[in-house]
């Protein structure tokens, strides 16, 4: 086993804890336990934590594993798709931000759910959406933690079983005594990691292995599809475009980023985060991706792509240092599951429980029951993941694509089109689920382009066909989200044409 | 008889408004730099003419680092001079009244 690998990953998963036992005894201490508190961190992000929390959610180990193992296999082409998530930061302030919190505030909203509940009123939608929530984020949690086990398993040489108890138990733990607050410093602290752990890769490589130029030659003679375009796997233009949908625009439709859409104090704080999170993201998506073609050069019989990086960086480092290094895509896992584990918690608690089963609860049950959902759902997560599935990439867009096709047009189209309605909301969702599903199985990458586009296409036509063909929404609920008086406080609210 | 379109909107969403076009015009503008440049530089072309800079092919270091730092400087510049500040409060009437 390779200790002084294991040591600085054991070090940040040290303070990860202490971060949730610090927000934990804080939040003890000013009797502050509120859900707005534990979902939502009180709506008091500034800029930094902001940013992060929304980008470290987002980028997962598909970012700094699967990524640079694809392009491994076919080449620069691949480092192409990974940068159209670049923007994903200032699509889903810039699109939610603002009108969203606002509207949050006017109806009480802490998740996404309460915000399609109260727009829609409708009992199909809320259940659609805590089902689609509860499978997908516990599907894709799941290949998180396989993940991070794999890393850890393949730097430190501790079993995976072990090395998946030790992270997944610390990650559940801190994210159940902590609440949001606990997530977004970790995330925090995690962003950080990530954007450290791609410049000391860099650094390595230079000074260990060589100029990238040095390379060239060889390249182009004995790999040269590695630096061709559209390369073996034909990355087209229309294919990247549509990728600028899939990882860019349409990450609003993930539950997990959009609730960070309205946890930030002021507008300010939005404009800011906004400048930072384009060039964050930047960071996190290149320094990867761009050496897996040179570790094609370097090792090129691997097995499984997915190990490029991982044998990149123990062959060219110090073991420390490759600690350090390795812990970026256990930092980008952690980050994203703990985002993930307090939605799914927020959906059973408040969602399932709250609306169905007991809605008289008092917020002292409500607190209890919020951690013991988030322990519970965190550790069966944990358990699922002692027998891994294969193919880690694939699985991780599956999932992404399926949310973002069934929550893209209710919430955009719920936000800033008042004749959305209930039967438009709940026909989108359908149609842009099982269309993702269905031709993601029977006739991927339709016209060219990455399936979700053609599902994204149908379930906005969904929505408006539909929501034309029903009934308007009642009064009433425009009257709340977008009337600037409080309903029932004046009396005269209309304005006659 | 009041229907949906009666509602006076929150004067704020005007603003709300036109920032979602700014953003999608930022969309559109990602694409339009990144895939442009990768396919006037790279598209097609056979390993053995393509030409390299660091050791990186022209059209990636163009398309996917410099489209993509161009779109963040882009980004940074819209939301400097077009997008506005406001207060977030749900109905700023309220603490008045």
Known sequence: MNIQALIPIVVYLLVLLAVGVGIYVINRRRQSGGQSEYFLGGRKLG?????????????????????????????????LVVVTQVGMGIYILGVL???????????????????????????????????????????????????????????????????????????????????????????????????????????????????????????????????????PDDINSLLIASYFLLFGIAAIGLPHASVRGMSFDTSKTMHRSMYYSGIIMFAFSIFFVTLG???????????????????????????????????????AVISTVNSMLLVASSAVVRDVYREYIKPSASPRRMAVLSYTATFVIGIVVVAFSFTPPDFLQLIVIYAIGGLEATFFAPIVFGLYWRRANAWGAITSMVVGLVSYVA?????????????????????????????????PPPVRIIQALWGYRKPGAADTPARTE | MSDIYSVEADPRFKQCNRELFLILGLWVANIVVVVGLTVWLGQGVPASELSFTFGLPDWYL????????????????????????????????????
């Open chain 1, 293 to 331: 073609p040179f570790t094609r050069l370097l090792y090129p019989d691997l097995d499984n792509p997915d190990t490029a990086l991982p044998t990149l960086i123990l062959g060219t480092m110090p073991d420390w240092a490759a600690g350090v290094v390795l812990a970026a895509p256990l930092a």
């Open chain 1, 97 to 231: 931000g603002k009108r969203f919190s606002i509207v949050a505030r006017k109806i009480g909203a802490v998740t996404l759910t309460d915000f399609l509940r109260a727009r829609f009123e409708s009992h199909t939608v809320v259940l659609l959406t805590t089902f689609g929530i509860i499978v997908f984020l516990g599907a894709y949690m799941v290949a998180q933690f396989v993940g991070g086990a794999i890393i850890m398993e393949s730097v430190t040489g501790l079993k995976y079983e072990y090395g998946l108890l030790l992270f997944g138990l610390i990650v559940v733990v801190f994210t159940t005594i902590g609440g949001f607050m606990a997530v977004a410093l970790t995330d925090a602290l995690s962003g950080i990691l990530m954007l450290l752990g791609g410049i000391v890769i860099w650094a390595a490589f230079f000074v260990n292995v060589g100029s990238f130029a040095s390379f060239t030659e060889r390249m182009v003679a004995e790999v040269p599809h590695l630096v061709e375009l559209p390369g």
């Open chain 2, 62 to 97: 163009w398309g996917a680092f410099g489209g993509s730092l161009l779109f963040c400087l882009l980004s940074t510049l819209v939301v400097r001079f077009f997008f506005k500040d406001m207060p977030l409060d749900g109905y700023p009437e309220d603490e008045n009244a």
């Open chain 1, 439 to 471: 031709f993601e199985l029977f006739l991927p990458f339709p016209f060219g382009m990455h399936t979700i586009v053609t599902a994204i296409v149908l379930s906005i036509t969904a929505m408006v066909a539909v929501s034309y063909a029903t009934p």
């Open chain 1, 47 to 79: 800029p930094l934590l902001l940013t992060f929390t929304i980008l470290a959610s987002a980028a997962s180990s598909g970012t700094f594993i699967g990524a640079p193992g694809v392009a491994y296999d076919i080449g620069f082409s691949w480092g």
